[in-house]
């Protein structure tokens, strides 16, 4: 019993990758097709790599497309995708060493952007992997008090 229901959610998620990789609508006009290419398929590096070089675009243009393709995609990701996209929430959360005293203005406005959409894309759940995740991703010093208590009510185990 227990292996066909471990069958049957292999398949709903197979199903729901599938219909979200089909559809051309599922990517916003405006946001930015090579991110949400990336959210579908690619590695936490890359994702992470892609928003990096979207928020450092001097045109204000790119970050809506960021903000846009990580709307307009979570809703469309399996269990798996989305414990990549927390991977990189995680990355961008979570204060490096030397950064503990004197946070870089790019990596806590990356967060908040990332973390906004996260909020506006109205997943109803996120999962993610490790507790240490949680922590650094709700206890981050890049976001709002406001988006961190949105965030722990969002993630899920």
Known sequence: LEILRQMAAALVDLYLEQRALGEPSAAKPNADRKLASLLQSGSASAIMARLYELFRARDTSDRHQLWCAVVASLPHLNRMRLLVFVQVLHGL???????VL?????QAGLASVVADAVLASGLPQLPYETPEQVDDIVGSPFLAEDDCIALRS????
């Open 154 to 157: 969002l993630l899920v185990r």
């Open 102 to 106: 004197c946070p870089t203005p790019e």
């Open 93 to 99: 959360c979570a204060p490096r060493e030397e950064a």
